[in-house]
């Protein structure tokens, strides 16, 4: 059963191409038409994809700069918090004491921004802490 057929206009051109195609590949022009607009509709379907796949990416790269800033925002309310806690902890500790208390509270801080962004400097100028 044959399928249902559309009728376009082609310019001479176009017509000419076509015909040229068939004659190399021993093909009626009508199939060399279809395998056309086949491949022209999966290409524009690819280049759809590819787009929409750039607004992903970019997307991403925001919720990457936004989330980097909160964690920031986040280390800098830690460090705060084991401050604090680390002064009322050590009030009546010796100086010796204390010292290794702070290091430990230094060493923690520095560990916990390597290990949540690549730059810690940078992610502080994207969230406004100087």
Same mark, same amino acid.
């Given at each position: +059963?044959?399928?249902?057929?559309? *009728? /376009? $206009?082609?310019?001479?051109?176009?017509?000419?191409?076509? !015909?040229?195609?068939?004659?190399?590949?021993?093909?009626?022009?009508?199939? /060399?038409?279809?395998?056309?607009?086949?491949?022209?509709?999966?290409?524009?379907?690819?280049?759809?994809?590819?787009?929409?796949?750039?607004?992903?990416?970019?997307? =991403? !790269? *925001? +919720?990457?700069?936004?989330?980097?800033?909160?964690? /920031?925002?986040? !280390? $800098? !309310?830690?460090?705060?918090?084991?401050? *604090?806690?680390?002064?009322?902890?050590?009030?009546?500790?010796?100086?010796?004491?204390? &010292? +290794?208390?702070?290091?430990?509270?230094?060493?923690?801080? $520095?560990?916990? =921004? &390597?290990?949540?962004?690549?730059?810690?400097?940078?992610?502080?100028?994207?969230?406004?802490?100087?």
């Amino acid at each position: +059963m044959p399928s249902p057929g559309i *009728y /376009v $206009r082609l310019s001479p051109e176009l017509r000419a191409e076509i !015909a040229r195609l068939a004659k190399s590949y021993r093909k009626p022009q009508a199939e /060399v038409a279809r395998l056309l607009i086949e491949e022209a509709l999966a290409h524009r379907a690819e280049e759809m994809t590819a787009s929409q796949f750039q607004l992903v990416e970019n997307r =991403m !790269a *925001y +919720m990457e700069r936004r989330f980097s800033g909160w964690m /920031v925002k986040l !280390a $800098r !309310a830690i460090g705060e918090s084991l401050y *604090y806690s680390e002064q009322m902890a050590t009030i009546d500790l010796k100086p010796k004491d204390k &010292k +290794m208390v702070q290091d430990a509270a230094a060493k923690y801080v $520095r560990e916990f =921004m &390597k290990t949540t962004h690549e730059d810690p400097n940078k992610a502080s100028k994207e969230a406004g802490i100087e």
